[in-house]
């Protein structure tokens, strides 16, 4: 009985710490993490329902001057025993009111140093024995801005929503849904089904009233006039 006490008790404490070592470790750590400054106003992380939601984040560019990307909230559910067998598994992940601003130069990307950063230093082609789940994904009250810096070219993407039921990486069959508006106009939606196993997947694209005024300068470089 004293030791289920004193497991309880540290378990207890560990329950109230959570949330700001949780906060301690991103905002300390963030830079070799993802090789970007993460300012966030609040991260809630409760060990007995595995749940995690953060508010208010903002992740800078390079040059700590603006914000890459920002979001209102970002709700995961973690599912803390599938880890014993090796399976990461998130219940749930829900994604509100965010803004992705992706700037274009003459090669690369203003989000090229963070893929450059979780680059491996040595090639290893052996298989990974670990699976990934990930259900149940919602995002919602999204927008992404496009800048072509060589073009002098802009896109806006407004009320971006996606619906996910599930997304595997174990050979299982991935159900994709997308919808959002442009500002000039229309909406567009799909919907896909991908099995990575057998690599059969099946898209249907609904538009309605597109406007491609913002596409005249690709077309124009693609037919150089």
């Not at 400054?37 to 939601?53: A, D, S």
């Not at 508006?181 to 997947?201: D, F, V």
Request: zero cysteines; proline letters at 3%.
């Amino acid at each position: 009985i004293v030791l289920l006490i004193t497991l309880g008790s540290i378990f207890a404490i560990l329950a109230l710490l959570a949330s700001p070592i949780a906060r301690f470790i991103i905002e300390r750590y963030d830079t070799e993490i993802i090789g970007r400054n993460i300012e966030l106003e609040t991260i809630k992380v409760n060990l007995f329902t595995g749940n995690i939601e953060v508010n208010n984040a903002h992740i800078q560019e390079q040059d700590l001057q603006s914000d890459f990307v920002t979001l209102k909230k970002l709700e995961v559910g973690i599912n803390y025993l599938k880890l014993i067998r090796k399976e990461v598994l998130l219940k749930h992940i829900g994604l509100h009111g965010f803004q992705i601003n992706v700037i274009q130069g003459d090669s690369t990307f203003n989000f090229s140093s963070i893929i450059e950063h979780f680059a491996p230093e040595n090639e290893d082609d052996t298989p990974s024995q670990w699976k990934v789940g990930l259900y149940d994904i919602h995002l919602t009250d999204g927008a992404i801005a496009y800048e072509n810096i060589p073009l002098n070219n802009r896109w806006n993407v407004h009320n971006l929503k996606l619906y996910i039921p599930g997304l595997y990486f174990s050979g299982k069959s991935t159900d994709v849904g997308l919808a959002f508006e442009l500002p000039t106009g229309g909406k567009i939606s799909t919907k896909m089904q991908y099995n990575m196993e057998l690599s059969e997947y099946n898209i249907t694209l609904q538009t309605d009233s597109i406007h491609l005024s913002n596409g005249d300068p690709f077309i124009k470089e693609y037919l150089n006039v």
